[in-house]
């Protein structure tokens, strides 16, 4: 189940020109995105700008593969304590979202 509520989101702030560096994105965040919203290793790599090769890659490299999710469905928090965990997690005052 992918949460596209989040993911348009960051499409919008990308488009109101904030920047999103791939190689600033934390461990923490990059397993929200995956396990917990449910993206693609496409739809991270359009939000920031790199290739799906370079997100598949600090994936595994950090071992967040759909082989060891560690939630099941049921254990996903009710959506406005999700929205809330994200929005904290991707503030838009996190120094790793601001342009330079």
Not at 43 to 51: G, K, L, Q, V
Request: hydrophobic share 35%; with cysteine.
């Amino acid at each position: 189940m992918r949460s596209l509520w989040f993911y348009n989101e960051l499409k919008k702030r990308k488009q109101d020109g904030e920047v999103f560096e791939f190689q600033k994105i934390s461990h923490k965040q990059l397993m929200e995105l995956f396990w917990i919203q449910g993206w693609s290793d496409r739809m991270i790599a359009e939000i920031y700008d790199c290739s799906v090769s370079s997100v598949a890659h600090k994936r595994n490299r950090w071992n967040i593969t759909s082989k060891n999710i560690p939630v099941q469905m049921s254990d996903r928090p009710e959506f406005s304590h999700q929205a809330e965990r994200v929005r904290q997690l991707f503030q838009f005052k996190d120094s790793m979202h601001r342009a330079n």
